[in-house]
């Protein structure tokens, strides 16, 4: 029971927000971003994630970003001084106010300063960190309640779930009365409701929103762009304590979720590879 205690004290210590998509949601943004490095990016990151030159990899093998996508999350844990960097605090009813919702740091700011250390740091610890960093920050930002302040971003919206969701579709499925907040909602349940594992939501998001999205249009955007996009989703999908979530709810979120993961993973891209595209440090 003391080490029960313990655990919960510790976690209600942590700053800020809860944290953002669950493992699958940064695994998914992860694998759909490792599909589409450029050379020179996926040699960088190999380097990186397996620097043992007596053992190369073989020259088809990559390490799994999706192993690394909730490593900030764990990090966190014991580095308090780091939470600030996995959301911004934005009022839910008023566009984001840059630079002033971001105050002594926030995920835009870092996703913004990772551009050069992650180019510039020569400490070949600190340069993996900076790598988990990027990737576990481009799945938070497209979090929509990542970006939204009340409540601890929704933390504090608790909802009765009665979402039966995908899983299912053409079954009889015991929908379990429970209760959870709103940014648990979306940080897992809206993606577990869907498929089973998020290799098979990969799949899905290959074969449908990634195959019909203007891929070059949705790649594009600064780290604020993004947070305002998401913003904008927080809104409209808010919801009042006490709420029903049903199948319309789902039915209305599903596609949400789907964009800005595939969004993600899109814009993890090009976030790698444009930052190994040289190996030189920017003058500023």
């Not at 098979?200 to 955007?221: F, I, M, R």
């Not at 199948?247 to 993961?261: F, G, I, T």
């Given at each position: 029971?003391?080490?029960?205690?313990?655990?919960?004290?510790?976690?209600?210590?942590?700053?800020?927000?809860?944290?953002?998509?669950?493992?699958?949601?940064?695994?998914?943004?992860?694998?759909?971003?490792?599909?589409?490095?450029?050379?020179?990016?996926?040699?960088?990151?190999?380097?990186?994630?397996?620097?043992?030159?007596?053992?190369?990899?073989?020259?088809?093998?990559?390490?799994?970003?999706?192993?690394?996508?909730?490593?900030?999350?764990?990090?966190r844990s014991g580095h308090a001084e780091t939470g600030k960097w996995?959301?911004?605090?934005?009022?839910?009813?008023?566009?984001?106010?840059?630079?002033?919702?971001?105050?002594?740091g926030c995920v835009v700011s870092k996703l913004e300063d990772l551009?050069?250390?992650?180019?510039?740091?020569?400490?070949?610890?600190?340069?993996?960190?900076?790598?988990?960093?990027?990737?576990?920050?481009?799945?938070?930002?497209?979090?929509?309640?990542?970006?939204?302040?009340?409540?601890?971003?929704?933390?504090?919206?608790?909802?009765?779930?009665?979402?039966?969701?995908?899983?299912?579709?053409?079954?009889?499925?015991?929908?379990?009365?429970?209760?959870?907040?709103?940014?648990?909602?979306?940080?897992?349940?809206?993606?577990?409701?869907?498929?089973?594992?998020?290799?098979?939501?990969?799949?899905?998001?290959?074969?449908?929103?990634?195959?019909?999205?203007?891929?070059?249009?949705?790649?594009?955007?600064?780290?604020?762009?993004?947070?305002?996009?998401?913003?904008?989703?927080?809104?409209?999908?808010?919801?009042?304590?006490?709420?029903?979530?049903?199948?319309?709810?789902?039915?209305?979120?599903?596609?949400?979720?789907?964009?800005?993961?595939?969004?993600?993973?899109?814009?993890?891209?090009?976030?790698?590879?444009?930052?190994?595209?040289?190996?030189?440090?920017?003058?500023?």
């Amino acid at each position: 029971m003391i080490r029960i205690a313990f655990c919960v004290a510790a976690l209600l210590s942590i700053p800020g927000q809860a944290f953002a998509w669950g493992q699958e949601g940064h695994s998914i943004v992860a694998e759909v971003a490792q599909r589409r490095l450029s050379k020179e990016a996926a040699e960088a990151i190999s380097k990186l994630l397996w620097p043992d030159p007596n053992n190369p990899l073989p020259a088809f093998s990559l390490p799994s970003l999706a192993s690394s996508a909730s490593w900030a999350d764990d990090y966190r844990s014991g580095h308090a001084e780091t939470g600030k960097w996995h959301y911004i605090n934005s009022p839910v009813d008023t566009a984001i106010n840059w630079p002033g919702d971001c105050g002594a740091g926030c995920v835009v700011s870092k996703l913004e300063d990772l551009k050069k250390e992650m180019r510039c740091e020569t400490d070949p610890a600190k340069k993996i960190d900076n790598l988990r960093f990027a990737v576990h920050f481009l799945g938070d930002i497209h979090q929509p309640f990542h970006t939204v302040k009340e409540e601890e971003g929704a933390n504090g919206v608790h909802l009765h779930m009665l979402i039966p969701g995908d899983i299912c579709e053409g079954r009889t499925c015991l929908v379990a009365h429970e209760w959870q907040n709103l940014h648990e909602v979306w940080d897992s349940t809206l993606i577990t409701k869907t498929t089973y594992a998020w290799g098979s939501y990969v799949d899905a998001l290959e074969k449908g929103w990634l195959k019909n999205a203007d891929v070059a249009k949705e790649a594009q955007g600064s780290p604020l762009d993004w947070a305002n996009e998401a913003h904008a989703i927080a809104k409209e999908m808010w919801v009042a304590e006490g709420t029903t979530l049903d199948r319309s709810y789902y039915r209305k979120a599903k596609p949400k979720v789907e964009m800005q993961l595939g969004r993600a993973g899109l814009r993890l891209a090009r976030y790698l590879n444009e930052i190994y595209a040289s190996p030189s440090c920017p003058s500023n």
